[in-house]
Nanobody
Framework: QVQLVESGGGLVQAGGSLRLSCAASGRTFSSYAMGWFRQAPGKEREFVAVIRRSGGSTYYAASVKGRFTISRDNAKNTVALQMNSLKPEDTAVYYC????????????????WGQGTQVTVSS
């Protein structure tokens, strides 16, 4: 069993920044890829970013590439998402998740999910 707890969400103006964190416990953190997804009201959950278990490779959705940065600290069992140049369309609940494979991008490739943290970007 894995427990994931996200933090760092909030309300920010367009153009601003937020840093999300996810703390993991219950399993060998460094053995798994870690991803971030988001879900806006009335929309399906969508992939945002993923980082390989070693931290050596990352992959981003086109909509966030160049603005968001995913990172991990295997010694602290944490993964972070630095979000810059935020836009109103980034408003959503953001989830971190534990994934299988090298750089998984689909929700079905993720086994454990956090409870989510709300990010709201005002125009």
């Amino acid at each position: 069993q894995v427990q994931l707890v996200e933090s760092g969400g909030g309300l920010v103006q367009a153009g601003g920044s937020l840093r999300l964190s996810c703390a993991a416990s219950g399993r060998t953190f460094s053995s798994y890829a870690m991803g971030w997804f988001r879900q806006a009201p009335g929309k399906e959950r969508e992939f945002v970013a993923v980082i390989r278990r070693s931290g050596g490779s990352t992959y981003y959705a086109a909509s966030v590439k160049g603005r968001f940065t995913i990172s991990r600290d295997n010694a602290k069992n944490t993964v972070a998402l630095q979000m810059n140049s935020l836009k109103p369309e980034d408003t959503a609940v953001y989830y971190c998740a534990v994934g299988s494979g090298v750089l998984p991008v689909y929700p079905y490739e993720y086994e454990y999910w956090g409870q989510g943290t709300q990010v709201t970007v005002s125009s």
